[in-house]
């Protein structure tokens, strides 16, 4: 009987526990609601967002991935141009001069656009912030602006929600701070996503197509390398910003690691694909179909992986993107003005102390004098 009443108990405990964990999510979504939950400090936001970050290094990796990537590219084109001019001289002087234009146009240009692209600051403390919020506000303006321009000036782009991007020209026109912060919130959770999407799945399609076609390690490579630069950078065209020096060194070495494998695979995959055809050949009659299969073989295998390594490049820079876009709002929707508020009278405090020291300190010496 006791021990009936006891676990009567027990589960009643219970129950009202759990019954007051509904009230309190209740509570907190309805003072949501009606804007009354306490903002994030700014010490809270450092705390938990901010992170000890070396510019100067960041920005040295970044020189340092976009160098090797381009000394990379020029090798490989040269020695493409370099067979040409081994068969024929004047041939090769056209195919190394139309190499240097392609460098030009598939390196160059997309990472000086790249690299002259706004990023949002979000790594900040309390003594940055303010300049942080301040930039970011411009750089919220200026994206508006480009997707506004956009959307009305180039017919069928597809990428943006017309009525999305309506309700953001009527906010930036307004100046409603918030209008303009949630019309961007809803295109980045929506067309711009899909479009992104989109991108994405075409220039993995097209890495492996080419890879398929080339059969060569050193055409993989230089492709593979050139269809990831130009995915990151339709990908900050379609977002309208970059993402910050660190995240951007990032994904640059990680078109360098991309390349690297495809050139390992596409050696790989030619030794597979030859070993099968050896293997198919070698019965009486299917010489034709081993090389055949051989060929598809290595196809498969570079394509596959090609196509799957651009997927990555380009979903890591739209995790990116999105994350340090949901950064700079949650940042702006910190008063920073009552902390350096705080932090004045802090040192004015703090002068007011050592003053008083500084006056007991000559009293007592001319006390002892």
Not at 6 to 22: F, G, L, N, T
Not at 52 to 81: D, H, Q, S
Request: net charge positive; glycine share 8%.
């Amino acid at each position: 009987m006791g021990k009936n009443t006891k676990d009567k108990s027990v589960i009643r405990v219970a129950e009202q526990a759990q019954a007051q964990q509904k009230m309190d999510a209740r509570n907190k979504a309805k003072a949501e609601a009606d804007g009354l939950t306490p903002k994030m400090t700014i010490y809270e936001y450092e705390q938990k967002y901010s992170k000890r970050e070396n510019v100067r290094g960041a920005k040295l990796l970044l020189t340092f991935a976009v160098t090797i990537i381009g000394v990379f590219l020029f090798v490989l084109l040269a020695m493409f141009a370099m067979k040409i001019y081994e068969f024929n001289q004047y041939v090769g002087y056209g195919v190394g001069g139309a190499c240097l234009i392609v460098y030009i146009f598939v390196f160059i240009v997309p990472v000086c656009k790249l690299l002259r692209s706004g990023y949002f600051v979000t790594n900040v403390n309390a003594y940055t912030a303010s300049k942080a919020k301040r930039r970011n506000k411009k750089l919220r303006h200026d994206v508006s602006r480009k997707i506004i321009d956009l959307t009305s000036k180039v017919d069928g782009v597809g990428w943006y929600d017309s009525e999305t991007v309506g309700k953001l020209a009527i906010a930036l026109q307004a100046r409603d701070e918030e209008g303009v912060k949630e019309s961007l919130s809803a295109l980045y959770a929506g067309s711009v996503k899909k479009s992104a999407r989109d991108l994405i799945l075409k220039a993995s399609l097209k890495s492996a197509m080419y890879s398929a076609v080339s059969q060569s390690s050193n055409l993989d490579t230089a492709m593979v390398a050139v269809v990831n630069l130009q995915l990151i950078k339709d990908l900050v065209y379609l977002y309208g910003f970059r993402p910050s020096d660190s995240k951007l060194a990032k994904i640059f070495v990680a078109v360098i690691r991309n390349a690297l494998i495809a050139y390992g695979v596409s050696a790989v995959g030619s030794q597979v694909g030859t070993t099968v055809a050896k293997t198919v050949g070698a019965m009486k009659g299917l010489t034709l179909l081993g090389s055949i299969i051989g060929v598809v073989v290595n196809s498969s295998i570079q394509g596959l992986t090609n196509g799957t390594l651009t997927t990555v490049i380009g979903y890591q820079t739209i995790k990116y993107l999105n994350t340090e876009y949901r950064l700079q709002n949650i940042l702006d929707g910190i008063d920073v003005a009552d902390t350096q508020a705080e932090f004045v009278d802090a040192c004015q405090d703090l002068e007011k102390e050592l003053q008083k020291d500084q006056r007991t300190t000559n009293k007592k010496r001319t006390a002892a004098s």
